[in-house]
């Protein structure tokens, strides 16, 4: 079945730099594209960034110039490389994958930025 697994989160200071990986399995990895989302709490899911199965990449205009997104398809993960986090990108950062009708998840893993 598809799985999807997001590690790497973590408390991290204003500033600092955080790298989450999602393990992807059960579909072919890299025939499909990826995408980040984030949830604060009180706040809707948003798109954080997305890459194609050919790699092009896509960022929300909040993120762009700090985070990265990447991915290895021979691993089937994906990452997603945060640089100079502020407090308001604490959230919890889920990965999914569309597949036909259905949009699968990770569980998410916490990111909380503070001092």
């Known amino acids: 079945q598809v799985q999807l697994v997001e590690s790497g989160g973590g408390l991290v200071q204003p500033g600092g730099s955080l790298r989450l990986t999602c393990a992807a399995s059960g579909f072919t990895f890299s025939m499909y594209a990826m995408t980040w989302y984030r949830q604060a709490p009180g706040k809707e899911r948003e798109l954080v960034a997305t890459?194609?199965?050919?790699?092009?990449?896509n960022y929300a205009d909040s993120v762009k110039g700090r985070f990265t997104i990447s991915r290895d398809n021979a691993k089937r993960t994906v990452a997603l490389q945060m640089n100079s986090l502020k407090p308001e990108d604490t959230a919890v950062y889920y990965c999914?994958?569309?597949?036909?009708?259905?949009?699968?998840w990770g569980q998410g893993t916490q990111v909380t930025v503070s001092s």
């Open positions: 890459i194609t199965r050919g790699t092009s990449t």
């Open positions: 999914k994958v569309p597949l036909g009708l259905t949009n699968y």
